[in-house]
């Protein structure tokens, strides 16, 4: 059997509107960390009716550094946002013992796009914070 070169990518783009207002923490470091879920939507027609359904997916957003708090200040519930980013998966115990377990999009690149003011933003990568600095949450998902 020949050796199969496979490519090392994780790469997540996404679009969709905030389902809540995004929430920012900082590290014991001082660092921010903003999180926010989004709601994607995807139409679809029903084979078995033919009428159109919309299939909606809600999507957990980490964002760091400065990327984090123009997030927690520019951002709301409602927002319409185009996230580009990476794929974490994180593991942590609560308070009562309980392991948890996510999977987020850790954001790197954020678009505003309100229609009175289009932004882009990005984080640096050494603004990101590795998964085991994350502040762990006792009730997830946000």
């Known amino acids: 059997m020949a050796d199969l ?16 207002d995004p929430e920012i923490r900082f590290t014991q470091q ?3 960390i903003s999180r926010f879920r989004i ?13 159109w359904k919309e299939d909606t ?3 957990n ?4 550094g400065s990327l984090a708090e123009r997030c927690n200040q520019r951002l ?34 954020v678009q505003f796009l309100e229609k009175e003011r289009t932004e882009e933003i990005s984080t640096s990568p050494e603004e990101e914070i590795p998964p085991e600095e994350i502040p762990p949450e006792d009730d ?3």
């Open 5 to 20: 070169r496979i490519p090392n990518m994780n790469l997540v783009i996404i679009s969709g509107r905030l389902v809540q």
């Open 30 to 32: 001082g660092r921010a």
């Open 39 to 51: 709601a994607s939507s995807r139409p679809y027609r029903d084979p078995s009716t033919g009428d």
């Open 57 to 59: 997916l809600f999507i």
């Open 61 to 64: 957003v980490v964002t760091f």
């Open 76 to 109: 709301s519930k409602g927002s319409p946002v185009f996230v580009e980013g990476r794929l974490q998966s994180r593991v942590w115990e609560t308070q009562t013992g309980e392991k948890r377990q996510i999977v987020e999009v850790i954001g790197l690149r």
């Open 140 to 142: 997830l998902p946000f």
